[in-house]
Structure formats: C-alpha cells, structure tokens
C-alpha cells in the first residue's frame, strides 16, 4: 500500500518505518527541513531502540522516503497518516492548529480517494473537525472527491516504540464507513497473524478510548505516589504494599511503582485535555483532576528531602544527578521530573552535576546554558565532591552501582533515590544515608 505519514516525530517516524518494515511504500512529510535533511543524511533525531535499524533497512530497500514537500505528499500515500504533535494549549485543552494544518493540506491537494487517519491524540470531535477542514478546502477549490476519516490512536511507548508498533496489544479502529474499514483491516493484517486485535468502533469512543487508557495509567501511577506519601507518615513500606496489592489479578502489577511524579509528553498533556473536555461538557472529573494535583505535589518530593537533610538555603551545595529523561529508554525531556527538580535547587542557590546516557544533549538544549548545571560524561564523574547523589531516572545502569566508591566520593554519604531502585539494607550496607519514597530509612 502507499502511504504517506505526516509529521515524523515519535509516533510518525516509528509508525513509518514499521509500516515500511511490513512491505509498504511510505513517504514521511516534516515541515522541520533539518529533521528531514537529518534523515535523508541516515541520522535517526530522536533515540528510540531499534530505531535506525529499521529506518536504515527500509530507506535501503526503497520503501520509506523523506521529503518537506506537502503536495508530493498529499499525493502519493491513499492512506494519510496525521502524527503531528497535540500540544496542551494555555487554557489545557489539546492544540489542534497542526492536525487541522494537516487536514488542510489534504483537502487542498487532494486529487483522488483518501484515507484520512488520526493518529495523533485529538480530543472528541476532532474526526468531524477534520472532516470539515477537508470539505472546507475541496469546496474552495469547487471539487468533490470521496474520502474517509479515521481515529486510529496510537499506544506505543517511548523506549519500546518499534516493538509496541510491531507487536501491539490492540488495535483501535474509529470508523464508520466500509470502505476504510476494509483497507485499514488489510493495512493491519501483518501486525496481528497471532490473533485478532482489531477493536472497531465508532469514531468517538476511540478518540475518547486513547485518553482513558492515559488517564488511568496516570491514575494508578499518582495513587501509589499518594499512598508512598502516607506509608513514609506511618513507617510502612510503599515497595511491599505495592507486591501486596499487584499480586491481586484484578489489579496487576503494572504501573504501580511510587516515584518522583509522571511526565513525558503524553501522560501530563492527556491528563489536562480530558479534564478539560469534562469541564467543556459540565461534567467535572474529580477524579483526574486530583491525579493531576497529586503528581505537581510529587514532582517536589525530592526537593523536598534534600531540603530536610541540607535546609532551605542550598547555596554552597552541591549535588549529583543521575537521570535526566523522563524514563528510561528515551532522550525526550518533556514535561521529566527531572526540568522541576533542576529549576528548585538552582532557585535555592546549589550547583548541580547531571548524568544522563543518553538526554543530556537534548537537556542542554531544553535547558540552556546555566552556570550552576554542569554535565558529566560518566556517572562517577557527577559524583565528584558531591553533598549528595539524587537518583532521578531509573536507568538499568544505575541499578547495580559499586556503593563503596559512591561513598568515597560524595562529600556527604547521602542518596535520596527518586525511582526506589535499590533495597535500603544494602545500601545502609555501605554507611550510606539512603532516602526513598515511601520507604522507612533502614537503620
Ligand atoms: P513530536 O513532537 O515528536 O512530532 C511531531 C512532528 O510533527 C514534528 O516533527 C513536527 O515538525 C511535525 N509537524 C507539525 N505540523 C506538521 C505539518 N502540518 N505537516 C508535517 N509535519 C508537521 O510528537 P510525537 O511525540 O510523535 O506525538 C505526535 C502525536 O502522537 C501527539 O498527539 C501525541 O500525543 C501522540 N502520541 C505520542 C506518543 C509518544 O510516546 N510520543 C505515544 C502515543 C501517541
């Protein structure tokens, strides 16, 4: 099939390549000529495992092709792929300007069938707002031409990007018209041979399926930061509950770690956009919205015991951080507990040493130029004079460090670990001072 993807960020750039991994002939369109000059050069702008693999794989057998020229675009894929971004607007509603600017271009270069399909994460409605953006352009240019449009939300993860796009849970299907139905089920046969995950539905309940999945990961994730909160106040241990509750089938143990808060650029913008369709429609979601007031609450905690240990003034302090992306796997930066922290103890006067493997070129950028923030190019550099190690992103190597140098090198014996990644007998072990979320400092 021909297909043609627009905007060739995270989810555009996978789903092409995937795409092109089953057979089909995909054009990616960016209007960021340097992202598209980078991946005409076989430079892969994001860091995403397996990635360039694929990408290298496919643009050598001539499948998958890069161009900034929307009318080439327009006219080459039946199936058009809307992946641009759907940024939080000021009022928290999601940011249509790009997917309409999209749908646009389609229905003014248009020139046969098409397939229109929403790929980013739009609020409800926005299927029929597409839909009247491409008639709007044909009935400017005085044609008719048939077309269909789409929900198709995407529910691949940063860091398992190309295995989620390759080995899906499910399959949402928003449509109400046989005909995409039919191509979009051919489309997908290669990604389900093992059983049938296509979930076909009307177009609204898949646009609204993409934020409740979000929302109730986002949901889990703030409630066992509440819960880490109230274990520390009681001297439980947030690490057994969680094992005790997630053994429950009907609960699971997925999503159930407490941490630093939840960021990424999917979670905290999703979270904004439904409460904001809910106050849209007169139905205020209570719930969301104190899962959204908790994890501000979390992106402090580590300020927080930093503040305790060393006192409000942390000018002459200097601290190690290790993790910089706002999870493992991934060098985005949006919205990582990682930006809050940074921006507290650079406003309390304390000099920072950051490690991250591989978001530090992408945090310098986000960041700019601070002369409080330095990076380290290993993390036993970061450690060097030290008052203490913060432990931000839960990187695997990380997990395993030599405890003994990580003494010897602080100024202070003092690690406040923001993910729960080591077992605090150990690393009391080590005479060191070892602060978690929601766990009892071990004697
Ligand atoms: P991104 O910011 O990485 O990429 C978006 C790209 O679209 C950019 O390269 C931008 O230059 C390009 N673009 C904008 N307007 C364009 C236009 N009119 N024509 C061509 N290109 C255009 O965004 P992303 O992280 O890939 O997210 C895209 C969408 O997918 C969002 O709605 C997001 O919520 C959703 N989503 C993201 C993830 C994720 O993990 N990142 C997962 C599932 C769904």
Redesign the pocket.
Known sequence: MKITV???????LVSGACLAEMGNDVLC????AS?IARLKDGQIPIFEPDLDGVVARNVAARRLHFTTDVEEAVRFGTIQFI????PPDEDGSADLQ?VL??AR?IGRLMTDYKVIVD???VPVGTADKVHAAIADELAKRDVQLPYSVVSNP?????GAAVEDFMKPDRIVIGADDDRAIHLMRALYAPFQRNRDKLLVMDVRSAELTKYAANAMLATRISFMNELALLAEKLGADIELVRQGIGSDPRIGYSFLYAGCGYGG??FPKDVKALIRTGNDNGHALQVLTAVEAANDTQKSVLEKKLVQRFGEDLRGHHFALWGLAFKPDTDDMREAPSLVLIEALLARGATICAYDPVAMTEAKRVLGERPSLGYASTPDNALEGADALVIVTEWKEFRSPDFSRIKKQLRHPVVVDGRNIYQPALVAGFDLEYYSIGRKQAE
Request: negative net charge.
């Open positions: 627009i905007g060739t960020g995270y989810v555009g369109l960016d209007l960021d992202k992946a641009v971004g759907t790009y600017a999209a271009n790929k980013s994460t995407e529910f691949l993860k940063e650029s999917c």
